[in-house]
């Protein structure tokens, strides 16, 4: 932990659950004092719940986990948040006649804490969804949007890469999807940018996802199309022009030799 706010500061050390968010784009949703489905928090111990610190102070903060025998097999996940406050400077106070407090500022942050219990665990997932945002593009980047389900009680870290392929089947580029985590029984969304210095035509991205357990691979794939017409329109003009100027050009040539 680590005091840069320029000011002493109250920080507070508390344990909450973490699951799968409803929204495929959160990360996840933490649960405060309610207790998740793969709750964590019973066996997570910080060694202190508050200190304060003097800017430019650091702690290194011990943390013990400890789960019981006991427990079955699958994910528990967690995590250990750090609230950040100020400092209380005397409390309420009296001006014309009505009654105030100084504000109160409050910032989180999470470190995440994922404990998989050996033994026989349920790993199901499949890539839901692969797309991009529309089927034109006027130039690049290219964003693709995928959708990873995790049906399991453990928590899985998809990955694979990202195939681009030009109208003649030909591969002009390629995208990395590195692994990020999806939450049991919930789905995720990750946004893969791929960009490339020129673009005209129609391509078509394949992707090749590994599920994350046992080198399960799902595939999919569609097609989309890059048209600068901006540029194109620009060329366009410039070529009716140039072709109007010698259409001019060579009429009034020809005029002035017949004159002659």
């Keep these: 932990i680590s005091n840069r706010s320029g000011e002493k500061k109250l920080f507070t050390i508390e344990v909450e ?3 799968g968010s409803e929204d495929p784009g959160a990360t996840g949703e933490f649960l405060g004092a309610e207790k998740g489905p793969y709750s964590l928090k019973d066996y997570v111990k910080p060694e202190i719940g508050e200190i304060i610190l003097s800017h430019g102070q650091r702690l ?10 006991n427990a079955e097999p699958g994910g528990l996940y967690g995590a250990v948040m750090i609230s950040a406050s100020n400092l209380d400077k005397g409390g309420a106070k009296i001006e014309k006649d009505t009654v105030g407090t100084k504000m109160k500022i409050i910032t989180r942050v999470a470190s995440l804490f994922f404990v998989r219990v050996k033994g026989e665990v349920i790993e199901g997932g499949a890539l839901k969804d692969f797309k991009t945002n529309k089927d034109f593009y006027e130039k690049g980047p290219i964003s693709f949007n995928i959708l990873s389900e995790n049906s399991g009680n453990v928590h899985l870290s998809p990955y694979g890469v990202i195939e681009v392929k030009n109208i003649l089947g030909a591969k002009v580029g390629e995208a990395q999807v590195d692994p990020w985590f999806t939450m049991p029984k919930s789905e995720r969304t990750r946004e893969i940018k791929w960009n490339a210095s020129f673009l005209f035509g129609k391509y078509t991205a394949k992707i090749s996802l590994n599920r994350g357990y046992k080198d399960i691979i ?3 794939s569609f097609s989309f199309w890059v048209i600068p017409w901006r540029i194109i329109l620009i060329v366009s003009i410039g070529l009716i022009l140039l072709i109007w100027l010698l259409v001019w050009v060579a009429s009034h040539f020809e005029l002035k030799k017949k004159i002659k």
Excluded: M
């Excluded at 290194?60 to 025998?69: A, D, F, T």
């Design 17 to 19: 659950d973490l699951r």
């Design 60 to 69: 290194r903060l011990p943390v013990s986990v400890s789960i019981p025998q």
């Design 218 to 220: 799902d595939t999919a």
